[in-house]
């Protein structure tokens, strides 16, 4: 198998019955696999709910170690909709043509730390520094402050050795209740003084309202572009060809960033919560269990996709569900394709090709099924074009 190569476990399941189960601490959840069936289900809130109990639909559950509601992540329509429309013109600006320029310069900045050295730990050393920085430009608060966040690790909810970790996510909730302070003493130009200063329904959000929604900005986008950026340079490392296209024709990387995303799906699966019996690809389910969207699998469905198990780089039919789909598309997506295609354009400018040394895949283990989803260190040299 190519180092790059992330394999497809659900096939076998998704073809013949087009569902996997799993345990999640005693919370089973049925896997819906097939691209058509997770597509129907994500539009059907009504029936497959996200505004359950904080933390449920998140696999695996963050019930034990959250109870603040990420927003409007964990809402359904019509209140989704309400504060979506709030936020949703602020996480549009990565498309303005300044927030670009400004993101250009630090992407670039950070390959040309990594050009001069002989090698670099991209998890740690460019890919969580990569996503940290971007975040100021998101959040609209000053560049220092990605420090603070480098400084956490990787994950938000997890330790090296615990899935989820409640100290490690008191961290990130305890530096929200400050910055929320802060942003109450001091108003800024800033998301948390936007929010703070915004009214639903006649009212000002609350403390508890404005912790969700950067719970969620926190750690939604945190893991997700760490695996995406990651799994690119890996991808890249085997296809220096790639590079070279991109070079060429700079107009086909915003078809290169969404079939990747298509590809890697770095998010796997999210959670609905069944609110009547019902059924679920011909199979009976119960009020009150859980059934969840794998992205993954239905990223990969030859009904839908050729050659679902290839990186077409210029893939012109793509109706991939990376981002997710329906009124939970992603609030994140324009950020991370703003990313993902500055960083390609940006290797495609400096870098001639990429070797790869030592590394360590990252698996989630679903149940039976065992999925590649990245890695958890990988060693580079990053060679910079000379012609």
Excluded at 339 to 358: H, P, Q, W, Y
Aim: hydrophobic share 40%; proline share 4%.
């Amino acid at each position: 198998m190519e180092k790059y190569e992330l394999l497809d476990p659900f096939e076998k399941a998704r073809l013949e019955k087009g569902f996997e189960e799993m345990d999640d601490q005693e919370d089973p959840v049925k896997m819906i696999l097939r691209h058509k069936d997770v597509r129907k289900t994500a539009h059907n809130y009504k029936t497959f709910t996200s505004a359950a109990v904080p933390g449920r639909i998140v696999v695996p559950s963050e019930i034990n170690i959250r109870k603040t509601r990420q927003i409007p992540f964990e809402l359904d329509p019509p209140v989704h909709g309400v504060y979506r429309a709030l936020i949703e013109p602020w996480f549009k600006r990565p498309l303005q043509e300044e927030y670009t320029e400004k993101l250009t310069a630090q992407i670039a900045e950070l390959v040309e730390e990594t050009l001069i050295r002989d090698q670099v730990e991209v998890i740690e050393e460019f890919a969580l520094i990569l996503q940290s920085r971007a975040l100021t430009l998101l959040l609209n608060i000053p560049f220092k402050e990605a420090e603070t966040w480098i400084s956490w690790g990787t994950h938000v909810f997890r330790s090296e050795d615990t899935a989820l970790d409640g100290d490690k996510a008191n961290i990130l909730y305890k530096y929200i209740d400050g910055q929320i302070e802060k942003a109450i003493e001091n108003p800024s130009e800033d998301l948390y003084s936007l929010l703070l200063a915004s009214e639903v329904d006649g009212k000002k959000l609350t403390k508890e309202e404005v912790k969700g929604v950067m719970v969620l900005t926190f750690a939604g986008g945190r893991d997700t572009i760490i695996n995406a950026v990651t799994n690119a340079i890996v991808y890249l490392s085997g296809h220096q060809e790639s590079l070279e296209r991109f070079r060429k024709e700079p107009e086909i990387i915003g078809k290169a960033v969404e079939e990747m995303i298509r590809y890697f799906s770095p998010l796997t699966q999210i959670g609905r919560v069944v609110t009547e019996d019902t059924y679920v690809c011909e199979h009976a389910v119960k009020a009150d269990t859980r059934v969840s969207l794998c992205w993954a699998s239905a990223n990969r469905d030859a009904s839908v996709f050729e050659n679902p198990n290839q990186i077409v780089v210029d893939r012109k039919i793509n109706p991939h569900v990376g981002f997710g789909f329906s009124h939970h598309n992603c609030l994140g997506a324009s950020h991370a394709r703003q990313i993902m295609r500055v960083l390609l354009g940006t290797l495609a400018k400096k870098v001639e090709s990429i070797e790869l040394f030592d590394f360590k895949e990252n698996i989630e283990e679903l149940g039976e099924i065992k999925r590649k989803v990245g890695y958890d260190y990988l060693n580079a040299k990053f060679n910079r074009l000379t012609k």
